[in-house]
């Protein structure tokens, strides 16, 4: 990697400060282990009343989050329709079909969001023996493509959902950045949802996602799922700590919503260069563009940055809560250079 600010992604980004403060501050002699703690305790109480839950599961990585939130939901012969383009599906190395044994129905979708037509498109054998039962809906918020659905969307697919008989799940590993967005509470963002993940690697943390559990009736079996996942960290103080410090004073809040204006002054400063169009609408902390292959090769020397579909010319440019101003307009006028040479 250079010396510049990687676009690649948020995870590229290091932890923000005001984690590793916390971090230290947890590192006061003992503690009980395994969550039974005051620092857990704490971001338990402050996740379950962010999002008016009924309990939360902290975890390491967001892979694990989707499993677990999963797993809450699905019987062994059950499956989980999602769209084609899901990390669920594309980047987690199979790891509920794994894990879980259970089937992913996979939908493909314009922009990365599903609707109640695009999942309706999947439901052929229902009541069928021979076949998995689907039973989850499985969306992200914000999605792969960078896209949010909007708070009647969500509304639509969990009437869908309810009326159905199926649980929503939410992959909010940037769920933050759709709250940004939105401008909406993370209440907001969770009425209709069964099991949703709560993204803090992404937004400033190191090793911090949870698992937020909207239904009272999976509550005690969850710690189960947890410690049979592998998940269960015995030192999870250190994991807590760094909860407590994205809730306080909405620091994950102010990050998302730095990185949010980032990507949308890196999408302002697109706007006027020709030979570039911007592929979804910019609605997070990701910019999707496409532009020559010659000037990707040209911009990929000197910067850090993925190709998302090399078919289409497609790339990927993403920001995060230390992405500065200067950082958007160094790469703008990279581009500027490249595209008009
Ligand atoms: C939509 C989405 N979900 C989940 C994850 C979390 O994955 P990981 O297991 O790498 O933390 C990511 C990370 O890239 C993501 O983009």
Redesign the pocket.
């Known amino acids: 990697m250079t010396g510049r600010k990687s676009f690649g992604?948020?995870?590229h980004a290091g932890a923000h400060p005001e984690v590793i403060r916390a971090i230290a501050d947890a590192n006061t002699g003992d503690s009980h282990p395994y969550g039974d703690d005051e620092w857990t305790q704490r971001a338990a109480a402050e996740l379950t009343a962010a999002f008016g839950a009924c309990d939360s599961l902290l975890v390491?990585?967001?892979?694990?989050?989707?499993v677990l939130g999963i797993s809450l939901l699905l019987r062994p012969y059950e499956a989980v329709v999602c769209a084609e383009s899901?990390?669920?599906n594309v980047?987690?190395c199979g790891?509920t079909e794994r894990i879980l044994g259970n089937k992913l129905l996979t939908v493909s979708t314009p922009d990365g969001k599903l609707t109640p037509d695009l999942v309706r498109s999947r439901l052929t054998g229902r009541g069928d023996v021979h076949r998995a039962q689907p039973r989850v809906v499985q969306i992200?918020q914000?999605?792969?493509l960078g896209t949010c659905y909007s708070l009647d969307e969500l509304r639509q697919l969990s009437d869908f959902c309810k009326a159905e008989g199926f649980y929503l799940h939410v992959?909010?590993?940037?769920l933050a950045n759709a709250a940004a967005y939105l401008g909406c509470e993370l209440a907001d963002l969770a009425a209709g949802v069964d099991v949703l993940?709560f993204?803090g690697?992404?937004n400033g943390a190191m090793a911090a996602?949870a698992v937020v559990v909207m239904r009272d009736e999976i509550v005690a079996s969850g710690p189960f799922h947890r410690k049979q996942q592998m998940q269960l960290a015995s030192k999870m103080r250190f994991t807590a700590a760094q909860f407590t410090a994205l809730m306080e004073d909405k620091l994950w809040l102010r990050s998302a919503q730095h990185a949010n204006l980032m990507a949308a002054r890196l999408a302002a400063g697109i706007a006027d260069i020709p030979g570039i169009s911007i592929r979804y609408p910019v609605q997070s902390n990701a910019v999707f563009a496409t532009l020559r292959p010659a000037h990707i090769a040209d911009l990929q020397r000197e910067w850090t940055f993925y190709v998302w579909d090399e078919g289409e010319n497609v790339v990927r440019w993403m920001t995060a809560f230390d992405t500065t101003e200067d950082d958007v307009d160094a790469f703008l006028d990279a581009i500027r250079a490249s595209v008009t040479k």
């Not at 390491?60 to 989707?66: E, I, K, P, Q």
């Open positions: 992604s948020d995870n390491l990585n967001g892979t694990a989050a989707n899901s990390h669920l980047d987690e790891a992200a914000v999605t792969e992959d909010g590993a940037r993940s993204g690697t992404k996602e």
